[in-house]
């Protein structure tokens, strides 16, 4: 920074001079904040080893010394490591690349070898190659080498032999691997919102954990999905995951398209938030399995709650409509809540609990 400003022009300086050396502080932007990424096609590069060197020694009084060209060192490999503190897959970047080994040198220097590059990744990450799971991260510090670096080459001492006292011969480095994974997280969350859009997803994720998902009247406000933390008393942490709304015929590619949908796989169970201001609650639910099922078989069997939201709206108490929701949905937990309000949170959370311990 000071070499540039040394170089620019009387201005440019004079216009820099004048400025306050901090910026004062803007208000955090309500925006959407930095989506969570659960997936990734990243490039492995590892590095390659250096090339051995042909050298002889020339000292003083020793004209024609032995050969003492020195090793290549080895290539870095690409490496993965499953570290809790990682949450998401932001950190990876869609290129990895490892340092390449040193050469060789006279006077039996050998090159230094390449640093591995380690990226962490949550727990629970799949690497995939061509659609096959290659290796699954699933304990704290479990790795795993997605690229193998190349070996350094041999210098000419390696090769002096009672045959051959004079080989001009060393090995060039091998060249590393370059490989192509797709990269995901198996689990994303623990619960996943999914509901119709306006039905009040964010708004519950903003009263229950400290995300701060855009909200607003209009539909489609959350165009990625966002991912917040609920904490309890016991220092457990247990993640939720807020989804864009779905519509009618979302599985086949209308509204937001069907990628986002492949992130409510990656739920363990799923949050059905159902509107209680609009429409028959129970026709919203279908609705709501059947695009589920019409993405992916079986997703609909996923282990569902029922989350009725904007119950202020309703008059009532939510202990009194309580009893009359749950008859509309048999055989499935039903909690009436308000997120904007803060009504009814409690036993939702100590529900969610109960899903994590099972
Ligand atoms: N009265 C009332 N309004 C609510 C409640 N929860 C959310 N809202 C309102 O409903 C509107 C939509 O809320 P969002 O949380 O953005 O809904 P969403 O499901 O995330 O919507 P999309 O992101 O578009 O899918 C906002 O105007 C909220 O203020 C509630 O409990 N009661
Ligand atoms: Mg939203």
Redesign the pocket.
């Known amino acids: 920074m000071r070499i540039s400003l040394q170089k620019c022009s009387k201005t440019a300086c004079s216009v820099l001079s004048k400025r306050p050396i901090l910026s004062p502080k803007k208000p955090k932007s309500e925006g959407e904040a930095t989506s969570f990424i659960d997936y990734r096609r990243v490039r492995c590069q590892a590095g390659n080893g250096g090339n051995g060197m042909v050298s002889f020694f020339r000292g003083y009084r020793k004209p024609f010394g032995g050969p003492d060209g020195g090793d290549g060192g080895h290539g870095g490999h690409v490496v993965f490591r499953a570290s809790r503190s990682s949450k998401d897959l932001s950190t990876v970047h869609s290129i990895v690349r490892a340092q390449n080994g040193e050469f060789g040198r006279s006077k039996s220097c050998h090159g230094k070898s390449a640093d591995h590059k380690e990226v962490e990744v949550p727990l629970g990450t799949v690497f995939k190659a061509d659609g096959n799971t290659i290796f699954e991260l699933n304990n704290e510090n479990d790795m795993f080498i997605a690229a193998r670096g190349g070996v350094g080459g041999r210098g000419n001492q390696f090769y002096v032999s009672n045959e051959v006292r004079k080989p001009f011969k060393a090995e060039y480095g091998g060249e590393g691997e370059e490989l192509i994974y797709d990269v995901e997280m198996r689990v994303m969350a623990t619960a996943g919102l999914v ?10 994720l ?1 009263a229950i954990s400290r995300a701060k ?10 165009l990625h999905p966002h991912i917040g933390v609920v904490f309890y008393e016991d220092f457990e942490q247990i993640a939720v995951a ?1 989804i ?2 779905l519509i009618e015929d979302s599985h086949l590619n209308k509204g937001l398209g069907i990628s986002f949908l492949k992130h409510i796989e990656r739920c363990e169970s799923l949050w059905y ?1 159902l509107d209680y ?1 609009t429409g028959s609650l129970t026709d919203q639910y279908k609705m709501l399995r059947v695009e589920l099922e019409g993405y992916q078989k079986g997703l609909g069997d996923r282990a569902s709650t029922i989350v009725i ?5 309703s008059g009532k108490s939510p202990e009194e409509e309580a009893h009359h929701l749950s008859s509309l949905f048999p055989n499935l937990p039903v909690f009436p ?5 803060r009504i009814g949170l409690e036993p939702l959370l100590e529900h969610l609990r109960e899903q994590y311990d099972k």
Do not use: C
Not at 199 to 204: C, D, E, H, R, T
Not at 309 to 313: H, Q, S
Not at 337 to 341: C, F, G, K, N, P
């Open positions: 509901g119709f859009p306006n039905a009040g997803k964010s708004s519950l903003r998902p855009k909200v607003a009247s209009y539909p489609f406000t959350t807020d864009p709304g938030v201001s939201n904007k119950i202020d709206l809540v308000s997120a904007q309000q």
